[in-house]
């Protein structure tokens, strides 16, 4: 079910009206509620955003779980806690027969899980960093983690053995990706630049520099003839995935690229 902007606004307005509201003992705070008037004269989301920022805190994001909770018709529930972990995950991956998932921990290390029984396969040890990004090969027998320790690590499914030590980031490994025929991985990196390697051997291909401030995400096209890279310079760059060279930079953002993703045929991009 989809909400339209004016549905939405009444929803502000009736939880406007809920003066004196107070959030773990907090002192009440005073609401300014939206005339009548003022709602018929909002004609685009912005404006609706400008109203919604302005409300406190705590009612604002009230609001938006009353709208999630409105417009989404999932039921969702959980059927396994996947417990072992000791610190913050960070990052998680299905693999692509679906029976098994990968987790990627501030503990430093990665996980392996049975989905149906929710029982630990592998504990994946070996990075000294927090493991920020996780990801598993088109045939599911490898995956791949980006760690604290500015290094990419390549493992075993089956053993849980570590294969490769990818080396040559300055700083943080934000990002890691596959190509779709699992032959080379993709590596984006708090140090400006991303990186191109070889599976079979763990080598450096290409480092695709260009962006001025941290690498936050990257992703293959779906022929792997091209990468994209989203960064903290409010760009995202396309990549020839042969080559390492830069073939365009998408601007029009004024903040952070976040996440960046290709459409399945390969000729749009998305970038938020």
Known sequence: MTYGIHKLILLILACSMTIGLSVHGMEQEQITCLRPDNVTAVSDTQTMLNYLWQIPQELRHAIFLLFLESSLSYNFTCFQVLEGHTDTVQSVAYSPDGNTVLTGSEDRTARLWDVTRGKQLHILTGHTGCVFSVAYSPDGNTVLTGSGDCTACLWDVTTGKQLHILKGHRDIVTSVAYSPDGTTILTGSLDKTACLWEVTTGKQ??????????????????DGTTVLTGSGDKTA????????????????????????????????????
Do not use: N, R
Not at 249 to 254: N, R, V, Y
């Open 205 to 222: 291909l290409h480092i695709l520099k260009g962006h001025t401030i941290l690498v936050t995400s990257v992703a293959y096209s779906s």
């Open 237 to 272: 760059c396309l990549w020839d995935a042969t080559t390492g060279q830069q073939l365009h930079i998408l601007e029009g953002h004024t903040d952070c690229v976040f996440s960046v993703a290709y459409s399945p045929d390969g000729k749009t991009i998305l970038t938020g």
